[in-house]
């Protein structure tokens, strides 16, 4: 089975400070890795995503992870926070196969950023 | 474009009241499926659908029917409402061919409140 863990429910920053949002995983096969951010009272959108081509993934706005499989870690960081990137944030992983389009979520980490 | 389009936004029932929401989708996307978003616990599975005809059940699926009738459509049934229900569910399609798995779009969920 598969699942994905987020460590930090809430995270605070400075804007203009690094963002780093820590997310771990466990799969049985290679995984599929993705970031999702969810803007309020909206649905969520895709950030990036790994599907094993480069371990540096770039996303939108200025978004990137880096897959380290000794680490089972999938980990997102921004340079600089905006304050538009105040949202809630969820790590999923899947896998190829039959219905390979089921993700499973982390529990998700709220950022606020403050000015 | 319309993308992923979820109808009722806000609902709120009784508790053994049954109600069916609607999801919609225009991107011909054969995989369709309905997650519920609970705080601190991410989004998890309750059914999904491989294409018209074919539905399978995800991580939570008691106390939910689903069906496929079109490749547009994908309504989920609440049969007897339970205050345990109460949540925000989404719907969120996918290709399952030719794309990368997990890459998910979303509607902008519903809100059930069940008293």
């Known amino acids: 089975a598969q699942s994905v863990t987020q460590l930090g429910s809430h995270v605070s920053v400075s804007e203009g400070a690094l963002v780093l949002l820590r997310c771990n995983y466990s799969s049985s096969v290679p995984p599929y890795l993705f970031w999702y951010v969810q803007y309020p009272n909206q649905g969520l959108q895709l950030l990036l995503k790994?599907?094993?081509?480069?371990?540096l993934v770039k996303g939108i706005n200025g978004f990137e992870a880096e897959f380290k499989k000794s680490e089972t870690s999938f980990h997102l960081t921004k340079p600089s926070a905006h304050m538009s990137d105040a949202a809630e944030y969820f790590c999923?992983?899947?896998?190829?196969?039959?219905?390979?389009?089921?993700?499973?979520f982390g529990g998700g980490t709220r950022v606020l950023v403050k000015p | 474009n319309a993308g992923v389009t979820q109808t009722p936004k806000f609902q709120v029932l009784k508790t053994g009241q049954s109600m069916t929401l609607q999801c919609a989708q225009d991107?011909?996307?054969?995989?369709m499926s309905w997650y519920r978003q609970d705080p601190g616990m991410g989004l998890r599975l309750i059914h999904y659908s491989v294409g018209a005809g074919i539905t399978d059940q995800g991580e939570v699926p008691n106390g939910y029917n689903v069906s496929r009738s079109t490749t547009e459509d994908f309504p989920l049934r609440l049969l007897s409402a339970a205050p345990s229900q109460t949540s925000v569910y989404f719907c969120a399609s996918s290709r399952t061919s030719g794309a990368p798995a997990g890459e998910l779009f979303f509607g902008e969920g519903s809100r059930l409140t069940v008293l």
């Open positions: 991107m011909n996307h054969e995989y």
């Open positions: 790994y599907t094993s081509a480069a371990t």
């Open positions: 999923a992983v899947s896998f190829t196969g039959a219905a390979g389009n089921k993700l499973t």
